[in-house]
């Protein structure tokens, strides 16, 4: 019960309530490695494992010792947080590291220009507004063509060198004896009604980009995405693993301008593809919808069709980068190489709240710099934290990549352990490097109440978690658009011990779910 001297609950009080139904409403009050602490009843520190390390932020655990003492020695030597409007060469420097890492892991030699921004979800935001610039300069480019075009057909029709052709009466509907004005008149009325109409986005089924105005539209959940359909542009979702989706996607989203065209005399109409496509936004790993790995066959679909219509793909790292699966771009594994590419999270090695939108020069629009800002991007702590911890990623020849790739599988050999032993409870294991899910079977038919009632709630994965929390001491989310997926996300110090005692307490979870007992996940 509340005492009565206590502040009235103001910040989420109804998650308050719904962490506090679930067992989850703990207060963490330290964070080492992959150890978080809390105080039981006599003030005495009670560690907890913790697999969810920040929703994958943690690559180098809580507050790792050189992170700490690198910003505490950068606000000690009253570095400046707030220069906006200056030259920022720590900023350059981070981009030459990241551009570095690029480099080789996708052996290819184009720089590319970072805008630097705050979060995840304002580092997609970023992504959105500069290919919308892109895209808005390209329709006025393409505009341009369209009316240069016309104005040479113009001039052949009045020194008497072409005449309309029938094709391009038939072609727009008009009357046998239409001359060029009327022509004109009419490509000027459809042409003018597909100039100025906003982007489409294209996305996975599944994917997750965020949860503001413009990225929760990219977000394929309906519960975060619907509500706020109003806000922004919308985005397609492609499904995955079905054959020619995308090239369906591509036909029912091609739109094009007509222009007219003189050859041999005669004014005949020819198709631009209108820059309909904002952007493609793809994970290499979908993290929130469920652990889902990326095929290199969509991937190079993915690709192709970029190439192919014109449009970019912003590959979003903001999860599955910064060396969680093994390189610093997970995109390099399946060969997908980005227009642009964001990266949050571990930027900021779990102590900076920092993101960075990096654009292949070829697709860069410098003026993008003067017409967007963000007070707190770009600040002199986070980026001195990004380059220490791009620098550690790179130590001793990459050997947090081979330790990333080393940790995950050990800690997957343990999950399919598990699954092996209960077929009947777990469904599969996915991931590649520290970024594991484990999917257990829909339990909304079970035998047990409490595990039906949460399981058509969405909450089973967090009864669970609830469960892991308080009887094995370790913190483990499901993935929020997917509640029946696990997700493992620790540092890469994760240890043997840690990973062996988190498969004893699946294996107990596992022995509940098998016998459909779910009181026994409940607190007694
Ligand atoms: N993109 C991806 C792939 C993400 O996983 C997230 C956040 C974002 C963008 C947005 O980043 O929260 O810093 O604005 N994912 C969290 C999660 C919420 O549950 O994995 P943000």
Do not use: W
């Not at 400046?80 to 080789?104: D, G, I, K, M």
């Not at 008497?160 to 038939?170: K, M």
């Not at 109003?230 to 094009?256: D, I, S, T, W, Y």
């Not at 679909?301 to 699966?325: H, K, L, N």
């Amino acid at each position: 019960m509340a005492a009565p001297t206590m502040e009235p609950e103001l910040a989420e009080a109804h998650m308050r309530r719904l962490l506090a139904s679930l067992g989850l409403d703990t207060e963490y009050v330290r964070g080492e490695g992959d150890t978080l602490y809390y105080l039981d009843r006599n003030g005495a520190e009670v560690a907890v494992l913790d697999l969810v390390g920040g929703y994958g932020t943690l690559m180098f655990g809580h507050n790792h010792p050189e992170l700490v003492a690198l910003a505490r020695d950068l606000l000690a030597k009253r570095v400046p947080l707030h220069a906006q409007f200056s030259y920022h060469p720590y900023a350059n420097e981070l981009a030459a590291a990241l551009n570095r890492v690029l480099h080789r892991e996708f052996d290819i030699d184009e720089p590319y220009s970072a805008v630097f921004a705050n979060s995840g979800a304002e580092g997609i935001e970023t992504a959105m507004k500069h290919a919308e610039l892109d895209r808005v300069i390209r329709v006025g480019e393409l505009h341009a063509a369209v009316e240069a075009d016309i104005a040479t057909a113009r001039a052949a029709v009045a020194d008497g060198t072409a005449t309309v052709s029938i094709e391009a009466r038939a072609g727009l509907g008009l009357a046998e004896g239409a001359d060029f004005d009327a022509l004109v008149a009419e490509l000027a009325r459809r042409n003018g009604g597909i100039l100025g109409r906003g982007p489409v986005f294209l996305t996975l089924e599944g994917s997750f980009h965020g949860k503001l105005a413009g990225s929760v539209q990219l977000t394929h959940n309906a519960g975060h995405r619907a509500p706020f359909r109003a806000l922004a542009a919308q985005a397609r979702f492609v499904p995955v693993g079905k054959p020619g989706a995308l090239a369906e996607v591509l036909a029912e989203e091609r739109v094009v301008l007509l222009a007219p065209v003189v050859v041999d005399g005669r004014v005949t109409l020819v198709e631009h593809q209108y820059p309909a496509i904002g952007a493609f936004f793809v994970e290499p790993v979908q993290g929130e919808g469920g652990i889902h790995v990326l095929s290199p066959e969509l991937a190079a679909e993915i690709r192709a069709a970029a190439d192919a219509v014109g449009f970019p793909v912003v590959v979003d790292e903001v999860q599955s980068g910064m060396g969680r699966t093994g390189r610093l771009f997970s995109a390099s594994g399946v060969g997908l190489i980005g227009d642009y590419f964001v990266l949050a999270k571990g930027l900021g090695g779990g102590i900076a709240k920092t993101a960075a939108l990096l654009v292949r020069q070829s697709r860069y629009r410098s003026d993008f710099e003067l017409v967007h800002s963000s007070t707190f991007a770009k600040d002199a702590l986070s980026c001195h934290i990004g380059i220490k911890v791009v620098e550690m990623l790179e130590a001793d020849g990459g050997a947090a990549y081979e330790r990333a790739v080393e940790r995950g599988a050990r800690l997957r050999a343990e999950l399919d352990a598990v699954a092996a032993e209960f077929p009947d409870v777990v469904s599969e294991v996915r991931g590649k490097g520290l970024m594991l899910g484990i999917e257990f079977h829909d339990l909304s038919e079970s035998t047990s109440e409490v595990l039906r009632d949460n399981a058509r709630a969405g909450l089973i994965g967090y009864v669970a978690a609830g469960y892991l929390l308080r009887e094995h001491a370790i913190r483990v989310f499901p993935t929020a658009s997917a509640a029946h997926t696990l997700r493992v996300e620790p540092s890469l110090g994760i240890t043997d011990e840690a990973i062996e005692r988190f498969g004893r307490s699946l294996r107990g979870l596992c022995a509940i779910l098998s016998k459909a007992d779910g009181m026994a996940l409940l607190p007694g």
